[in-house]
């Protein structure tokens, strides 16, 4: 019964670090600090053509570009402008290195997501693709 009650301890806590990182970015944000870019001007000198991306009253971006590259390049970056912090959590924790920047209390899940080997399945499904969808990926990534 104790080996259990230390797992939950160990599952809340993680939930509990979690939330507070969550927190700090979502106050950050409301600051100020991290708000995404949502007009101007961006030079991506990696495009080929050039992309236009609006953004429509509910903060919903369309994206218009002459290739599927520099579409993908694109969306990379807004994906990033917007959730740069969740998208850096959710890439630790499928490869199971969470526990590097929020601690022990995440061991238990990082030895479980190596264990089910994500980041290992990634890396071959990507050597498996072809040239131009690694192509489509790098311009995304």
């Not at 002459?66 to 959710?90: I, Y």
């Not at 526990?99 to 990507?126: K, P, T, Y």
């Amino acid at each position: 019964m104790s080996g259990m009650l230390r797992r939950v301890g160990r599952v809340l806590l993680l939930l509990v670090v979690l939330a507070l990182i969550a927190g700090t970015s979502a106050f950050l944000w409301w600051r100020g600090k991290g708000q995404p870019q949502r007009d101007g001007q961006v030079v991506m000198a990696s495009l080929a053509t050039g992309v236009t991306v609006r953004f429509d009253d509910a903060a919903v971006p369309h994206v218009a570009a002459a290739s599927l590259v520099d579409l993908s390049r694109a969306l990379g970056w807004l994906h990033a402008n917007e959730r740069m912090g969740q998208m850096e959590l959710q890439r630790r924790y499928a490869a199971g290195r969470l526990s590097e920047i929020v601690g022990a209390a995440a061991l238990g899940a990082d030895r479980r997501m190596r264990e089910l080997g994500i980041a290992r399945a990634a890396q071959a499904q990507l050597r498996a693709c072809s040239q131009r969808s690694r192509e489509v990926l790098e311009a995304y990534a």
